[in-house]
């Protein structure tokens, strides 16, 4: 039985999404239930019937029956209200349960949008909506938008996320389709989306953690959050050299001039120092500001005389040019949070509060190795059918740069036995398995037969391009990753694929790589019911715009559409053709610390 939710602000259609789905869904051969998440108190019963009269005695449960239909009743009293889990547990077997409500829970979601609301889309904030339903063009949301009056697009966007996928229907007399399309709907793809949401369901953290001097900490996982014991700044101070005052004192004047204290305050300096009245004072960057003074003006724009009187501008703003204590973090604050990659900016914030050290996980480690009895190490001699291992020294060079302990154990033959044994001894200290090939369905093909003799599939082949033999899935302790062979392919879905999970287990949160619109140069013609990944580049008008281009022929071999490229344009299922001059996701390499942003 799958889950899928739809949600949305009020009148904004959800109900009528919901019935007309149901609909579209059982008269495809669907067995549909559903639930209606009401937040006032609704009683399906009236006051003076039977069943009501039962329930008014003290009846925890009251079942009424018809020759049409039977409700049960449950009252809860001063027992806890149900969750959604334990409420589907009622429901005898089913294929899908539509939910209309519970906006939190954790299954997947469309949110109903019909005019803007104030509050924004719950598409930026809430978890597991995976696309939106909308009449309105072009909204700015960061997943796929359908199109609410296409019912069809709508409900086979469901069936392929939940990969319950859309069951072929024939008319009277039709002849089936005997094409050989690899991604038709015979061949049981799953969506990439269902294969995330199986990662994320299966990643957990489980590495461990050391402590270190925050010089060693630069692009670890911090394991803890840290905190600061001083407000920073630790006192309020100066933050250009020049001249403190108290500006109502300067307003109260007739040429906007004071006396000069024959004293400066400057950083370092131990004295707290107090303006005498009617006069202003020499001040220097990082010194504690002068107490009665409110305001600082820089030096070059005052005039001095020989009296010792300091002429200021007339248009000064007061409170100006001071830092006040606290103004950046508070003493206890929380200043780098569990979970987040440490960036030099977090050291520098580190050193600030006085951190000497911060509790980091350990690297992610990472198994990998190639299979293929057709290739070969570089140095050795090709004979006429061979090739050198491409992808292993690849990923070994993404995975590292993704901040990986990796273990290359070389290249495998197409021989059961000998990858099983590889995995099933990696899978003993490694928390992820890596590997590049064998993971199709060909007769030398044995990742996946071996995968699902000694461990667990959880997805394996996907409805994506490229990178369709996907697997993944679990050994042990171990999660397991197979790649495709092809270079593109092996690149991209450890980018798509590996990457998120990698930040999973590693002690991070679960987060897909962030995409970014951008107008796309080209048109695209593109097979509804698969997600694609384009490599594009970026290229900047004679206007200042920036539009994406294709980066070279896109064979899934082709390596030099990887490196004459910026990024990817993700295309997601529901999505057909796209004309030239269409907003599109973005995915530049450099998020990933590939090549320059």
Partial sequence: ????????????????????????????????????????????????????????????????????????????????????????????????????????????????????NPSGYLADTMPNIVAVASNQKHLNVSVPALDINNIEQVSDFILQHTGLVAKPTLKPNATPNTSNDCYSVDQKLLTASVVWQSMQDAATCTVGTETLAIGQCLNRRLAMDVST???????????????????????????????????????GGSAKISLAKGHCIRVLTGARMPTGADTVVMQEDVTITSSGTVTFPPDCKAHSNWRSQGEDVKAGQVIITKGQQIRPQDIGLAAATGNTSLKVYHPVKVALFSTGNEIYELGEALPEDG?????????????????????????????????????????????????????????????????????????WRLAIKPGRPLAFGQVGKALFLGLPGNPVASNVCTLMFGQPLIRAIGGGTWQRPKAYAQTLGFDVKKKIGRREWLRVYQQVQDNGTIVLLRSASHGSGILTSMTRADGLVEVDEATGNLPKGTLVNFIPFASFGMGDA
């Fill in 229 to 267: 014991q001083y407000d920073s700044p630790r006192f309020n101070n100066v933050a250009v050299d020049g001249y403190a005052y108290n500006f109502d004192e300067l307003m109260a004047t007739n040429n906007f001039s004071l006396k000069l204290m024959d004293i400066e305050a400057n950083a």
């Fill in 387 to 459: 090739i050198y291992d491409v992808n292993r020294h690849l990923l070994k060079a993404l995975l590292e740069s993704l901040h990986c302990d990796v273990t290359d154990l070389g290249i495998l033959q197409d021989d059961y036995n000998t990858v099983k044994d590889a995995i099933s001894a990696a899978s003993q200290n490694h928390q992820l398995i890596i590997t590049s090939g064998g993971a199709s369905t060909g007769s030398h093909d044995h990742v996946a037969a071996v995968l699902n003799d000694i461990g667990q599939i959880h997805g």
């Fill in 1 to 116: 039985m799958q889950v899928f939710g739809i949600v949305g602000w009020k009148n904004n259609g959800k109900t009528t999404l919901v019935e007309r789905l149901i609909k579209q869904l059982t008269q495809q051969g669907y067995k549909v239930s559903s639930v209606k998440h009401a937040h006032h108190n609704v009683d399906i019963d009236e006051p003076g019937r039977d069943s009501y009269r039962h329930r008014e005695a003290g009846a925890t449960q009251t079942l009424l029956a018809t020759e049409k239909r039977w409700a049960l009743m449950h009252e809860y009293g001063h027992q806890h209200t149900s969750n959604l889990d334990q409420l589907l547990a009622l429901f005898e077997p089913c294929d899908l349960v539509i939910v209309e409500g519970y906006k939190a829970a954790k299954h997947p979601k469309i949110e109903a949008i019909l005019a803007p």
